[in-house]
């Protein structure tokens, strides 16, 4: 009786203790979203805004900016949301959405360049975190280098990678980002910047040139 009450007491510890449920994938939250589940919506902000936020600091060089960029992809993404049809994943749209915005603010920028003071350079790119909105990311991990943030992560580095991305024209710019930080296809990067294949190795592979040269002048100076 008793070895029985043992066997007992041991099932109800395995079940007591089991595995927690998996947290539901953006797929299954995109779908509940888009059928009025508001609350599916609001997993999805959470999961990705800080993504999203580094993407808009890193293409705008503000955070002022990087906020507003980061509430008008989430409230584009809403509104069109409907419209999504998972042919990308849903990490990738954000992104896209994202760098758009950016595009068109830097553009507008360049109209009215006296709202922007020529060569100024942005004191938050070289903090060790950024502000609620998302922690300050580790210096890129590109495949145009070897690794060189591996090697050397320090700040000087991060901070010398981000002032050679900021220098960068801002199409090859949004194309190095959205290929060599937030890891899309070139494929998606076509179609998000409306761009055909070929100009986006184009503008890649010179991207990737100018930091190369940017990054060497680096270590140079170090040596």
């Known amino acids: 009786m008793r070895a029985g009450q043992e066997v007992a007491s041991v099932r109800v510890s395995v079940e007591t203790f089991s595995e927690p449920a998996a947290a539901p994938s953006d797929e299954a939250l995109v779908a509940l979203a888009q059928h009025g589940d508001g609350q599916a919506f609001a997993q999805l902000v959470g999961r990705h805004q800080r993504a ?3 993407l808009a600091l890193r293409m ?9 960029i980061l509430q008008e992809t989430f409230l584009n993404a809403y509104q069109k949301l409907a419209g999504f049809r998972g042919d990308a994943q849903f990490s990738s749209w954000l992104h896209r959405i994202a760098a ?9 920028r360049k109209r009215a360049p006296d709202s922007v003071t020529a060569g100024e350079s942005s004191p938050e790119l070289l903090a060790p975190k950024f502000t609620e909105e998302g922690e300050l990311a580790d210096p890129p991990h590109n495949d145009w280098s070897q690794r060189a943030d591996e090697a050397l992560s320090s700040r000087e580095l991060g901070a010398a ?3 050679a991305v900021q220098a960068l024209p801002e199409d090859y710019r949004a194309v190095f980002l959205l290929k060599d930080v937030e890891g899309l296809s070139n494929e998606d990067i ?3 910047l ?3 294949l070929p100009a986006v190795k184009s503008r890649l592979h010179r991207a990737r040139l100018a930091l190369r040269e940017e990054l060497g ?3 140079e100076e170090r040596k």
């Open 52 to 54: 999203v936020y580094r």
């Open 190 to 192: 076509a179609q998000s």
């Open 161 to 163: 990678i981000n002032t």
């Open 194 to 196: 409306s761009l055909s």
């Open 217 to 219: 002048a680096f270590f």
């Open 60 to 68: 705008m060089g503000s955070e002022a900016d990087a906020q507003e």
């Open 100 to 108: 758009n915005f950016a595009l068109m603010r830097l553009r507008r």
